[in-house]
Structures are given as structure tokens and as C-alpha cells.
């Protein structure tokens, strides 16, 4: 069985959805409230989703809100996207912040939308490549790894870091696969001991970055692309902020800054575009 949105209903859940996570959904995408949202509305004994609506605002424990944020969020995601940013994290910004490290300084890296864990861990492989290189491993102390999103359930999957067949494969080599990773009957767990390495948490973009600290490099791909223009623009001024200066912020490969901030130097490396803060 399935619930057609009416236009009306598609209004209100309009401005529910960006009211709580800042997704902005643009007209013409009715069938991703019907297809996300049915089974969910069917589950708590909705005949529409105006229905719905009405029990996520009377929930007070906020775990049908939370729910509908998690079937409205898009958790597309794999190992090492683009090649052009992971090229410029590996050969520059890995390096350097290890420099840092090795000047006793700690250094703190934030996946902004983390989704199931492959952005972080990435990060991970990167650093541990990176110290077993230099023969400094316990640099790797030194270097905290924060991956933040607004879905449970996608945190809930990078915590425990275990991987299907297919998604284990989306980006990752051999190489990598079999360096960091188990065999676990059809799926893979990824190298238990490490992973302890990277720190997951559930947190709203639209909050205030300060209970976050300072970074050295932020990544926050792929999910400005949902939202408004001016939840853009207070979205990147609240990351410059939250930068150190001469810090990176990475977004996605078809994104951008022009028209959103004009609070970092644009930098190119080979065919990755970086944000930089100014010293």
C-alpha cells in the first residue's frame, strides 16, 4: 500500500524537514516523501502523512522526528571518493599534519557528514599508512578523527564498522581491503583495534560548531548541496570559524564556495579544488 502527498502536505513536510535538518526539498520531489516515508507512516497506523506529521510533532521523545530525518537523509557514500581530494589528503594534508604532530602539536580532523563511516575510516587508512612510513606509530596519538551526522542509524553502522560485500568494495582496492579488513561470513568488519581511532557522534549542522573545537581539516562533501542558500552561507562561515587558520575545508567535487563565503583563499592542487583559511 502506498500514500500519495497531497500539495498541501508536501508544503508543511517542506518546512518540517528543513525546520530539522536543513534539508531543502525542491518542488517536484513528492515521490520522495511517498517512497521514504510510506512504510514509516504505515508503521505508526498513518492513513496520510499529515497524519504522520501530527504524531511527530506531539512525540516529545523526538524519535519519530528522528526517524524521518533518517528516511529523508541520503547516505550515498564510499571509500575514497574522488580521486582528486584524496589525492591532495594523501600526498599534502596527511603529511603535514603528521609535521604538526611530530611538533607535539594534536591534531583534529572533522567528516562533517559521516554518514556509515567510509569518509572517516578512509582518513584513518591514510594516517596509519602515513606513521608505519615514518616508523612513528604512536604519532597516531596524536590525531583525533571526528565523523559527525544527523542519522542514527548511519552512525549506528559506521560504529560497527561492518561492511557488505558490495559496499566494501565501492572505492577500496585489494590492497587496502586486505590490509584493514576481515572476512566476517558475507560481510567485512574493518580492522577492530583501529577503528577505536576515529570518534563518531550524532549532530545537527544547523548547531553551533563551538562544543566542537578547532580543526585542522574539515571534509564536509556532498550534503551542502541539500540545502538552502542562506543555510549555505551561515554553514560556511560557522566551518571558517571553526577552522584554524591555514586549515582546509574540502567539499564534494561538484561543489563550491563562489557565492557562499568569501572567507577562504581557493587553492588548487593538480585537479582538486581547496579551501584554505588565511593565516
Known sequence: MSIKVT???????????EDQCGILLEKGKEYLIESRLTDLALENRCSS???LLAKARSDYSGKLKDRIVDAMTTNETLWFRDHSAWEYIREVAVPSLLDKAESGERVRVWSAAASTGQEAYSLLMLFND????RRKPHLLNQVEIIGT????SALSSAINARYGAMAVKRGMSEEKKRTYFTRNGDNWDFDQKLKTKVTFKHFNLQN???????FDLILCRYVAIYFSDPFKRELFSKMARALKP???????????????????NIIYYKDAVINEKPL
Open 7 to 17: 500539495p498541501a502536505e508536501y508544503a508543511h513536510l517542506q518546512k518540517y524537514i
Open 49 to 51: 502523512f499529515t497524519e
Open 130 to 133: 602515513e606513521v608505519i612510513a
Open 149 to 152: 551526522d544527523i542519522s542514527t
Open 208 to 214: 553551533s560548531f563551538i562544543s566542537l573545537g578547532l
Open 246 to 264: 591555514g586549515s582546509v575545508l574540502i567539499l564534494g567535487a561538484t561543489e563550491s564556495l563562489r557565492g557562499f563565503s568569501q572567507d577562504f
